[in-house]
């Protein structure tokens, strides 16, 4: 079967540093991305990765490892509107998207 | 950049009605559209994927014949939520992919519906 997994939860405080892990086992791989979604909101892109490799884009980067399943979404210099759902999804052979179920980061003061 | 509009934003609606959701890609044509439904403080589930001008393919334990969906043109495609209950209630989200080498999906703010 498909799978991601990611954590239900993480804390983190403000101005740290977090990294949000993700492991996917899907049938194909056609890149993996990364989505932020607030509270009733739509989720809003991150990233993409369908390289290994690290992909930097500003406070927010992410990995890749196809060999091992693996990506993690790396956030730096955190701020409270980080607060906030973050999805991995994968898309598989038939370029349907598969979603994990997503890691709620709180961020404290 | 590549923008999906959705309306309504909010409906509420009474058990037995129907309703019907629009999905639009302002600025591209989408080729494939796709429906998700998302529960409180859960992931998304997709519903279902559209291509234009042919029938949508439903994921299993989705009852094509309650949520009807119409992929009319690149640019359109509709959710009807056919006799309303209130387990209906959730948020629905759109996504649109234009094809070619971009597969990254663009999503609509989504809908909300609430059944009375």
């Known amino acids: 079967g498909q799978n991601i997994d990611q954590p239900t939860e993480m804390t983190a405080t403000e101005g740290a540093i977090v990294q949000i892990n993700c492991t996917y086992q899907t049938s194909g791989f056609n890149g993996l991305f990364w989505y932020q979604q607030h509270a009733g909101e739509a989720p809003t892109f991150l990233s993409y990765n369908v390289l290994d490799g690290l992909e930097e884009k500003g406070r927010f980067s992410s990995f890749l490892s196809r060999s091992k399943g693996y990506s993690y979404l790396l956030l730096k210099e955190l701020q409270m509107k980080d607060s906030a759902s973050y999805l991995c999804?994968?898309?598989?052979?038939?370029?349907?998207?598969?979603w994990g179920a997503g890691t709620k980061l709180i961020i404290k003061p | 950049g590549a923008v999906v509009s959705q309306h309504p934003s909010r409906v509420i609606c009474k058990s037995g009605t129907s309703v019907k959701i629009e999905c639009r890609s302002l600025?591209?044509?989408?080729?494939?559209m796709f429906w998700y439904r998302q529960f409180p403080k859960k992931s998304l589930m997709l519903m279902a994927t559209?291509?234009?001008?042919?029938?949508?393919?439903?994921e299993q334990g989705v009852e094509k014949d309650k949520f009807l969906i119409n992929h009319a043109s690149l640019t359109l495609s509709t959710l009807t939520v056919t006799s309303a209950h209130p387990e209906d209630s959730s948020f629905y989200i759109c996504s649109a992919r234009g094809g070619g080498q971009d597969y990254e999906q663009y999503f609509g703010p989504g809908t909300r519906l609430t059944v009375t």
């Open positions: 600025d591209f044509q989408a080729t494939t």
């Open positions: 559209s291509n234009e001008g042919s029938k949508a393919t439903y």
């Open positions: 999804a994968v898309t598989d052979s038939n370029y349907q998207l598969i």
